[in-house]
């Protein structure tokens, strides 16, 4: 079955490739002909904003062309995706925040499958609203969101609020499903194995936050144990720093951490997908849809902290065992559902 799945697969976040990457391979493996439709949202940066991340671009350049080479070609807005769609079967959307307004703005249309001929089978892989209310927006409307998921075959999100937005407001049945990085058990086609322990507490901030990093420093003092932030061209006091990461890199050294505190979703995944001891600080309570959505499906959610927090009952958390025999029992099922949802929804 050939297959045009749109995505966030063109950012330089690595969270957002390799959920792209996930969800490239699973559809590949399950015996598809999949190509990634090429539009990429428009992020214009100064020229001294280019430069500092020029090698962070050319990183992700490189996997995107050694892993995510199957593309149409480049659609330059949503009109000439209109004009010229690419031939399918299937047009699959997901996963990420693909329905979040903030982030697709005036390409928001294409996320919810816009183009291309009515009788094309159209589904959703673990699209996210990205927040737990859905507001309308200059770009899209209400009654348009409803028209246009009307016309698909299945519509699978990643949050329950995901479910709940589609039953409340567009009146449409969904089905929960988990973030496509959990649905391969590894990675090691691209990091190798992976058998060390670095000894180190790794950093992985989104969103810049001095809070964030003063109790990362104040936990490192307490453990004896230096701090290595990851992903992040911020140069903190004291702190090592990893950058431009490998996605590989990213990866490998999330799994061989001896503890990470991240403020990312795809941390908190790679975190529960390497069974690592974490914490997760979200200094902005709208954040936590994501995070505390799957924190909850596995039992971890007393994993996210507060900056209020008494630090002795943090380092304590930080330190406590976490029972990944449960967590993966939990897991392997929603990877089996999930599976099996992709299954029936391309059958159908």
Known sequence: MKIALITYHSADNYGATLQAYATYKILKELGNDVQIIDLRINQPN?????????????????????????????????????????????????????????????????????FGDAGIKRISYASSFGKEIWKPSNYITTDEVKSLLGRFDAIGVRERSGVEICSSVFKLRSTQVIDPVLLHTNYNEITGDINNSTNEIV????????????????????????????????????????????????????????????????????????????????????????IGSLLSMVGLENRICSYSDDIDKVLALLKSNIDYNMVFDILEKARLDSISFIKKSLAK
């Open 46 to 114: 100064p020229i001294i904003k280019k430069l500092l991340l020029f090698f962070k671009h050319k990183r992700f350049n490189d996997f995107r062309s050694r892993h995510l080479n199957n593309v149409t070609c480049r659609y330059s807005s949503f009109s000439s995706l209109q004009r010229n769609p690419p031939q399918a079967d299937v047009y699959l959307v997901g996963s990420d925040q693909v329905w979040n307004v903030d982030i697709s703005g005036e390409f928001v249309k294409a996320y919810f499958l816009d």
């Open 203 to 290: 950093l992985y901030k989104i969103i810049n936050d001095s809070r964030f990093y003063n109790r990362a420093i104040e936990i490192s003092s307490n453990l004896n144990l230096p701090l290595r932030s990851i992903g992040s061209i911020r140069k903190i006091k004291t702190v090592k720093s990893s950058y431009p990461e490998k996605i590989s890199k990213w990866i490998e050294r999330i799994a061989s951490a001896s503890y990470v505190v991240t403020d990312s979703f795809h941390g908190t995944v790679l975190c529960l997908l390497y069974r690592k001891k974490f914490i997760v600080y979200v200094g902005d309570p709208k954040l936590l849809t994501r």
